[in-house]
């Protein structure tokens, strides 16, 4: 059996926001599209990744302002990224013996896809619904 490459299985050409961007901004954006990861951008660069997780634990745990903290208040920064040709059992091994919740692909010009943890089990569920010969 080949491998799929992660690019095959990803979301292409995720929704991102901008560091500085609120976290009230980041909450609508997660609920208009029905998404859970955002990667974070300064000036189109990646530098971080939040999630809705992220969110609400730093407005459960500090007293703050949703409309005028920033989203890189909650990113984690240094997320775990990889270019579109690595094999997908290597991704998903890594992001399970690290608990990671996504990986942000990258290409030559910035973000090009996120592959999630839901993803992996869309995957699983073909597989477990149509096995190879």
């Given at each position: 059996m080949t491998?799929?490459?992660v690019s095959y299985h990803m979301t292409v050409?995720?929704?991102?926001?901008?560091?500085?961007?609120?976290?009230?901004?980041?909450?609508a954006l997660m609920t208009e599209h029905?998404?859970?990861?955002?990667?974070?951008?300064?000036?189109?660069?990646?530098v971080g990744v939040v999630t809705d997780r992220d969110l609400r634990l730093l407005e459960a745990t500090a007293s703050l302002d949703a409309r005028t903290t920033h989203v890189d208040?909650?990113?984690?920064?240094?997320?775990?990224?990889v270019t579109g040709d690595v094999a997908l059992d290597e991704v998903v091994?890594?992001?399970?013996?690290?608990?990671?919740?996504?990986?942000?692909?990258?290409g030559r010009d910035g973000v090009e896809g996120i592959f999630t943890a839901v993803d992996a089990c869309r995957?699983?569920?073909e597989v477990l619904q149509h096995p190879p010969d």
């Amino acid at each position: 059996m080949t491998i799929p490459s992660v690019s095959y299985h990803m979301t292409v050409q995720p929704w991102t926001i901008d560091r500085d961007a609120s976290l009230r901004d980041a909450h609508a954006l997660m609920t208009e599209h029905r998404i859970r990861h955002l990667p974070v951008l300064d000036d189109g660069r990646l530098v971080g990744v939040v999630t809705d997780r992220d969110l609400r634990l730093l407005e459960a745990t500090a007293s703050l302002d949703a409309r005028t903290t920033h989203v890189d208040q909650a990113m984690t920064e240094r997320p775990f990224i990889v270019t579109g040709d690595v094999a997908l059992d290597e991704v998903v091994t890594i992001m399970s013996e690290h608990k990671y919740g996504s990986v942000i692909v990258m290409g030559r010009d910035g973000v090009e896809g996120i592959f999630t943890a839901v993803d992996a089990c869309r995957v699983l569920a073909e597989v477990l619904q149509h096995p190879p010969d």
